[in-house]
């Protein structure tokens, strides 16, 4: 719907933009400042509020009339009115005013709230609701990101093809603007050079958990116990905690299952990886750990990993081994 507004210019005069995905609420605003604010050469018809701003400001901004232009840009960033935290009763009377407000935005205004989050049962997210539009930006499906990355790079007159591609998403932490600092250390490193290959991946990218997890579930597939605490230490030594390593050691037998279970159905490994939306690199992966450990080891290490993070968070046993003791459980 936003995308739609945007192209035939034909924006609303609130938005909530919230989620995780940093980059694409950033280039959305961007958007939309580039139609507001395209015959504005003094940038006075821009409002940038940061923080807890005061809601007397925040009408303040919305008020004013812009300076030679028709319309102005408000965009109010994370500020907590969003979520229930048990504030004051001062605090909740701001809340009803603003929320009163956000009903008649004057028409010269644009106002955009940039969260991290929100309570969508709260009466002031209602009033965004029905005056203007909410508008949730998660992390993409690897898939997407497999393609974007390509697109970018070829903005950067680098090659790169679907499986390495699918390389660099899979060593990624989920979000764009961290996969796009990894693509512009890797276009730094490659120089004049045009074609992307996964060797000069593997010498300049960071490696996120999710993919270290990959390696340490391939050693106990390979029942390489020694290479899978080597890992584990070296995740302790990166400061990573060790019960979000105890989780995601889950998480990817959850994957593991999940393939079994498709695969068992009939679907080949190509159409189960589209199931899952995950690209091919991480479905191979994935595929080739499935055949390594059986359902019941599967089924026994999930069950394994929610007791021990149970008995770590009742002090009834150490976490480091606690997912020791799940690993040397896996490759048995």
Known sequence: ???????????????????????????????????????????????????????DK???????????SQQKLVVVKK???????????????????LSKYLENVPPYT?????????????????????????????????????KWVIKVLKSYKKRIDLNTA??????????????LNEIEKLVSFLGEKE???????????????????????????????????????????????LPKILFMIARQLRLILQMKLLCNDGLDKKAACSKMKITPYVGNKIYSQARSLSTDKVKDGMKEAMELDLAIKTGKINDRIATEILIYKLAE
């Open 166 to 179: 699918s390389y660099l998403v899979s060593i990624s932490e989920p979000g764009m603007v961290e996969i």
């Open 110 to 146: 644009c106002l955009i709230f940039y969260e991290e989050s929100i309570d969508k049962r709260l009466k002031i997210v209602g009033s965004i609701k029905k005056n203007g539009l909410l508008v949730e930006f998660s992390y993409s499906k690897q898939p997407d990101l497999v």
């Open 195 to 241: 074609n992307v290959e996964i060797k000069d991946i593997d010498k300049v990218c960071t490696k996120s958990i999710k993919s270290r997890i990959f390696d340490l579930v391939d050693a106990v597939a390979e029942k390489k116990i020694n290479i899978a605490l080597k890992l584990l230490n070296d995740m302790i030594m990166l400061k990573e905690p």
């Open 58 to 68: 925040i009408i303040e901004a919305c008020e004013t009339m812009p300076v030679f």
């Open 79 to 97: 500020s907590g009115k969003f979520n229930k935290k048990g504030g004051s009763k001062s605090k909740s009377s701001e809340n009803d005013q």
């Open 1 to 55: 719907m936003l995308k739609e507004e945007i192209k035939k210019n034909n924006l609303k005069n609130l938005y909530i933009f919230y989620g995780e995905e940093e980059y694409l609420k950033k280039y959305y605003i961007e958007k939309i400042e580039d139609i507001i604010l395209k015959d504005d050469v003094t940038n006075l018809n821009k409002i940038v509020l940061d923080g807890n701003a005061e809601v």
